[in-house]
Antibody, heavy 118, light 110 residues
């Protein structure tokens, strides 16, 4: 049973960089594609992107060049960096595992709230 | 890529059947049989209840079923129970984008 756990600062100042990690247990980060998905308070879900340990990445075009994802196989985790944040980036951020066929997310982390405020 | 359209809310009494629609376009729902549905209780992470339009993950009650016709997918909950009260989101693979979520539907059990 794969388990995912997000971690990172809960408060980020405007214009700074949001950094989160997702630690994978019960499985290897090299075996799947991984995603970040966020949910602003009271709003719907937004896919941010995915990554594979071999370097395959795809990001939501709406984030333009602000998002970067990476994998650390030595620590069995993957990461999210979002630069130049504004209040609109305030959300619960989820990490999730994509199924082998790439069509849905079968395991999710519990989510972590990141607030952008000075 | 625009969000898939879902009704804001649906409701039903215990034991009744409710259906949630998810309308997309010919580039997402209409093109791929890769529609999934997620149940989200307040303060919790989404949980997969249907994938690839009609398939149900292990452990999900068979009261939950999915279907698709053209550009509209649907989630049906039969024999509604109190614990089914939650938000539900559809999601479709969309090729080059590649994932688009629905706007979300709140299911209320009266």
């Amino acid at each position: 049973q794969v388990q995912l756990q997000e971690s990172g600062p809960g408060l980020v100042k405007p214009s700074e960089t949001l950094s989160l990690t997702c630690t994978v247990s019960g499985g290897s980060v090299t075996n799947s594609y991984w995603s970040w998905i966020r949910q602003p308070p009271g709003k719907g879900l937004e896919w941010l992107g995915y990554i594979y340990y071999g370097g395959d990445t795809k990001y939501n075009p709406s984030l333009k060049s602000r998002v970067t994802m990476s994998v650390d196989t030595s620590k069995n985790l993957f990461s999210l960096k979002l630069t130049s944040v504004t209040a609109a980036d305030t959300a619960v951020y989820y990490c999730a595992k994509i199924d082998v066929w790439g069509s849905f997310w079968d395991y999710w982390g519990q989510g972590t709230l990141v607030t952008v405020s000075s | 890529q625009s969000a898939l359209t879902q009704p804001r809310s649906v409701s039903g009494s215990p034991g009744q059947t409710v259906t949630i629609s998810c309308t997309g376009t010919s580039s997402d729902v209409g093109r791929y049989d890769y529609v999934s549905w997620y149940q989200q209780h307040p303060g919790k992470a989404p949980k997969l209840v249907i994938y690839e339009v009609i398939k149900r993950p292990s452990g999900v009650p068979d009261r939950f079923s999915g279907s698709k016709s053209g550009i509209t997918a649907s989630l049906t909950i039969a024999g509604l129970q109190a614990e089914d009260e939650a938000d539900y989101y559809c999601c479709s693979y969309a090729g080059s984008f590649p994932y688009v979520f629905g706007t979300g539907t709140k299911v209320a059990v009266l």
